[in-house]
Structures are given as C-alpha cells and as structure tokens.
C-alpha cells in the first residue's frame, strides 16, 4: 500500500510564493514518478506538473515559468512544488500524486491567493 502527504497550503496574496510539499511511502522503490495537480473551484482536477524518476520535468502553460518541482537529495520520494507569481486563478485545491503502482493521490491541501 502506498501513502501520499501533502502539505504546505495555505492563504497568500496576489504575487506571492508558496511551497507545497509531498511524501510518498510505503512498498516502493527509492526513486519515483510524481506529480501535481490542482482543482479550482467548479473546475474539473487538472495536471499542472509532474517529475519523472529520472527528474525529467513537465508543466502545463498555465503555470510555466512561475512553478517548479524538485526533488529532496536524501527522500528521494519527497517532491515540492515552488510556486511563485501567485495569481488568484492559481485558488484551488492541490493534490500530489505516486505516478508509479498503483497510482495514488493525496488528500490535497488548500491554497488560496487573494487579490
């Protein structure tokens, strides 16, 4: 069985940063494919990031440029997601995801940007 974690969400102005963190454990290899996603308010949950296991990255247009994921050197199953240029339409709830099998979500964490 897999465990997802996230945390870090929070309220932040309008062209502020935030950084969301994510643990996956359980039966699992040390080096995963993992990946983001949000869901903003009546919205349908959209991919916005993801990290490969050999760290090839991928984001969607909506938030090139302005996040980042990276990787921790001694977890290697723990991924941030570094968001900067918060705008208000980045309101949503943020799930983390173990890309590997079975794929598992977290319970997702809330982030807010106020204009």
């Known amino acids: 069985q897999v465990q997802v974690v996230e945390s870090g969400g929070g309220l932040v102005q309008a062209g502020g940063s935030l950084k969301l963190s994510c643990t996956a454990s359980?039966?699992?290899?040390?080096?995963?494919?993992m990946g983001w996603s949000r869901q903003a308010p009546g919205k349908e949950r959209d991919i916005i990031g993801t990290?490969?296991?050999?760290?090839?990255?991928?984001y969607a247009d909506s938030v090139k440029g302005r996040f980042t994921i990276t990787r921790d050197n001694r977890n290697q199953n723990t991924v941030y997601l570094h968001m900067s240029s918060l705008i208000p339409e980045d309101t949503g709830v943020y799930y983390c995801?173990?890309?590997?099998?079975?794929?598992?979500w977290g319970q997702g964490t809330q982030v807010t940007v106020s204009s």
């Open positions: 359980g039966r699992i290899s040390s080096k995963n494919h």
């Open positions: 995801a173990f890309l590997g099998r079975p794929i598992t």
């Open positions: 990290i490969s296991n050999d760290d090839k990255l991928f």
